[in-house]
C-alpha cells in the first residue's frame, strides 16, 4: 500500500515543483507529522522535512524516521521555511490554498508559487482499507453515544444542557473530542440547519435536532438524528415520514461515476415532489476523513466523480420556519458493489424525555 506521504510527493512531478510547503492541521494529520501550529512540512525532491521551534523538539523524535527535523528559534519557524527555500535554492514551490496572504507574499519575493488548490482534498477523498476503519470506528462510537444520550433528555432543559451531555459522554466513550460544535436545537428552532444551542427550555412536544460528530485516532464521524420530546405531534410524524424515505433512497445513489451534484438533485427533486422544495436550503452532504475540507462534496454545483473508498454524508433536511425542521444524517462509504452506511443508529421515529 503506498504511504500517505508518497500520494502527495507524486504532486511534485505533476505540478513541476521543486518543493510543497504545508501548514494546515488536516494535512499534516494525513501526512502523519506533528500537527502543532508551530510545525510546518517541506516535501522536497529529495527528502521531508518537519520545520519546528524548540516546542516540538522532543515530541518530533519519533518521527525522525519519516521526517529530516528542523528546530528553529520560537516565533521563527516561518523563517526558517524561508531560509530552507533559499538555502535550497528553490526555484518554484506549490503551497496550500489556505495559506495567508502575508505569508504567501514572502515565498513569492523567493520563487515562484503555484496553488495546490484541491490537490490534496482530492487525494485524501479515497480512503485506504485503514482509514475506512478509523471512520467506522468512530462512527461506532457516535452511535453508543447518542443512544445513551438520549436517556439524559428530558423537557425542562436547555439545548445548552445537551451540549454539556454530549461533551461528557465524548470523553467518557473515549473519543479525542468532536469534530465541530454540536448543532443541537429545539423547537422552532430546529428550522435553522445549524442553529447552535441556546438558552431556550426544551418544551413538550418539541422537535429536537441533534447533529453532532467525534473524532478518534484522527477520524472523524457527523450524524444527525431529530427526535421529538415529551409526545409526538402529526406535524413532526408527517414530516419525518415525508423525509426518511428521501433519505434512504439518496443514500442508494452514493455509487461510483456519479457527481455530487446529480446526487444533490436527486434528493432535492424528492423533496420538492413531496411539497417542501423551497424548505431544503443546504447542500446534500460533504466528505468525511480527518475534516478541514474533506471530499467529496454532494451539492448543486458539485462536479466531485464519487470513487469506491471515498465516504461522504447523506444529510437532506426539511425545514418550516416558525414550525420546525427535520434533518436526518448518516455517513456513506462509495465501493465497487453497493453503498454502507458506517453509521447504524436506528431511523425509528423515536420519542425521548417521556
Known sequence: MMKKVDKVRKLLDELNVDAIIINQKATKIYLDALTGSGVWIVLSKNANYQIMDGRYAIAAEPYADRYNNIVTMQGGVFGGVLQWLKDNNIKNVAIETELPYAQYHSIEQLCDVSPLNDSIPLIRSLKDDDEIQLVQNACSI????FLELLKHINVGMTEKQVVGE???????FGAEGVSFDPVISSGPRTAMPHGRASDRIIQNGDFLLLDFGIVKDGYQSDMTRTVSVGEMTDQFK?????LLPIQQSTIQQFVPERMGKEIHQYASEKIAQAGYGEYFTHGLGHGLGIGGGERPLMNATSEDVLKPGMIGT??????LPGIGGIRIEDDILVTADKPVSLTKTTHELLVVGN
Open 238 to 242: 408527517n414530516l419525518y415520514e415525508t
Open 142 to 145: 457516535t452511535d453508543n453515544i
Open 166 to 172: 454530549v461533551f461528557k459522554l465524548v470523553y467518557d
Open 314 to 319: 447523506c444529510e437532506p433536511g426539511i425545514y
